[in-house]
């Protein structure tokens, strides 16, 4: 990886006698002794690398990784929202919906994880959240990965709209949900959950 480097939001030049083995990981870090010092990650010192100049940002940016010729060999551009896996932002929502207090969770939150390395990078039905219960997994496997290693289709845009095409809906309103998938291979049927909200009440339970 000598000249190597991690462009976009962040800054990284991978250092001179850097090389990976078929099946290895690094880590690059923001700071690198402090990840070591989580012990839930059981990562080794010289498997961390960095740290990297600049902050990634929480709402998304492109982040590409350079040859030593300076020509892009991969990237992704991710995003906070839908259709991204919004469940990858921290703990995915705050602790009155959830339930969950996010200290408990204090730098073992969920984190994007890329379901298929062969596939591209700015499709967001090849990513997902890692499972909370889990922690993150920086130089294993992704948990995904372990499990199945082609995406399943996602829904990438979804809309709401009475008989006149409006997405001002009354409640004697019918409605018509459109939405369009990734890929549409394998789906044999869908199941639909919706939220009615009523603005002027809190606690609504969720209907099927």
């Known amino acids: ?7 976009g939001g962040i800054d990284y030049a991978f250092p001179e006698g850097t090389s990976l083995e078929s099946g290895e990981f690094l880590v690059v870090a923001r700071d690198p002794k402090r990840l070591v010092g989580i012990k839930e990650y059981k990562l ?9 100049e600049g902050v990634l940002s ?44 996010p ?18 990078g700015d499709d967001p039905a090849n990513w ?16 995904i990965a ?6 399943l289709p996602i829904v990438t845009s979804v809309r709401a709209i009475n008989r006149k095409g409006s997405i001002v809906i009354s409640k004697t309103d019918s409605v018509r949900i459109e939405a369009k998938l990734s890929d549409n291979k394998g789906v044999r049927g ?4 919706y939220f009615y909200d ?11």
Do not use: C
């Open 1 to 7: 990886l000598d000249n190597w480097r991690i462009s």
């Open 44 to 52: 080794a010192g010289k498997k961390v690398l960095g740290p990297y």
């Open 58 to 101: 929480n709402n998304g940016e492109r982040v590409r990784v350079e040859n030593a010729a300076g020509n892009t060999e991969d990237s992704v551009r991710y995003s906070a929202q839908f259709p991204w896996p919004i469940g990858a932002d921290s703990i995915g929502a705050g602790p009155k919906w959830t339930g969950i207090d």
């Open 103 to 120: 200290m408990d969770y204090q730098f073992r939150g969920s984190s994007l994880e890329r379901i298929n390395f062969s596939l591209p």
């Open 128 to 143: 997902v959240a890692s499972p909370l219960e889990k922690n993150a997994t920086p130089s294993r496997p992704n948990h």
């Open 146 to 151: 372990r499990k199945r290693s082609m995406p």
């Open 190 to 193: 869908l199941k639909l959950e």
């Open 198 to 208: 009523n603005l002027e009440k809190e606690g609504e339970t969720k209907v099927q």
